[in-house]
């Protein structure tokens, strides 16, 4: 029997082809949260809050690891990561109750993101996936509850009308710090 011509570039993927997919949209939507916080730190610098600028661009790296831990593991189980367009995001706000509204409710999205995932991951019997993404269900308990807890100091600041706090606030933002992941740990 003649051997099988093989398409110059194709890959046999290890994975199941609707998670291999699903997965492809996750790293879509955690490289948009990456441009959508690159966004927001722009805005805030534009209006000399530096220490949320500081913070909001430290989530975008955050997020851009995110893509990355998923962009991995797809390479680890056989499959092709996609590079596809990422979507213009928001690039204005009201006021800085706003930006954390804004960003409360993306991770509320994010959130569900996940678990739709879990649940297609389930439903495919893919195992590994599921036990994967259990990093991404803790990740995402974290990440909705800093966006609430800096909404509620925001919303109390804007109930105080407190310029003064919020310089506060701001001063406590600019000493968040970047810590590198380990990508590959679970
Ligand atoms: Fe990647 Fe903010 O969740």
């Known amino acids: 029997m003649p051997p099988k011509k093989m398409i110059p570039g194709a890959q046999v993927s290890g994975m199941n082809p609707k998670v291999e997919t699903a997965l492809n949209n996750q790293i879509n939507?955690?490289?948009y949260s990456a441009y959508l916080y690159l966004s927001m730190s722009s805005?805030?610098?534009?209006?000399?809050?530096?220490?949320?600028?500081?913070?909001?661009?430290?989530?975008?790296m955050e997020e851009r690891d995110h893509a990355m831990k998923i962009f991995d593991y797809v390479l680890t189980r056989g499959g092709r990561a996609l590079m596809t367009q990422i979507n213009t995001p928001q690039s204005s706000w009201k006021d800085v109750?706003?930006?954390?509204?804004?960003?409360?409710?993306?991770?509320?999205?994010?959130t569900s993101l996940i678990n739709d995932l879990v649940n297609l991951s389930t439903s495919q019997k893919d195992h590994?996936?599921?036990n994967f993404l259990?990093?991404?269900?803790?990740?995402?308990?974290?990440?909705?509850?800093?966006?609430?807890?800096?909404?509620?100091?925001?919303?109390?600041i804007s109930q105080e009308?407190?310029?003064?706090?919020?310089?506060?606030?701001?001063?406590?933002?600019?000493?968040?710090?970047?810590?590198?992941?380990?990508?590959?740990?679970?």
Request: glycine share 4%; hydrophobic share 45%.
């Open 29 to 31: 939507a955690e490289f």
């Open 43 to 60: 805005w805030f610098d534009s209006i000399g809050l530096r220490g949320f600028a500081n913070w909001e661009r430290i989530q975008a």
């Open 97 to 110: 109750l706003d930006v954390f509204e804004t960003q409360y409710a993306h991770e509320r999205i994010v």
């Open 128 to 130: 590994a996936t599921v």
């Open 134 to 156: 259990q990093w991404f269900v803790n990740e995402q308990v974290e990440e909705e509850d800093n966006a609430r807890t800096i909404l509620d100091q925001v919303k109390l």
């Open 161 to 186: 009308k407190g310029v003064g706090l919020l310089f506060m606030l701001d001063k406590e933002m600019a000493a968040r710090t970047y810590t590198p992941p380990d990508l590959l740990k679970t």
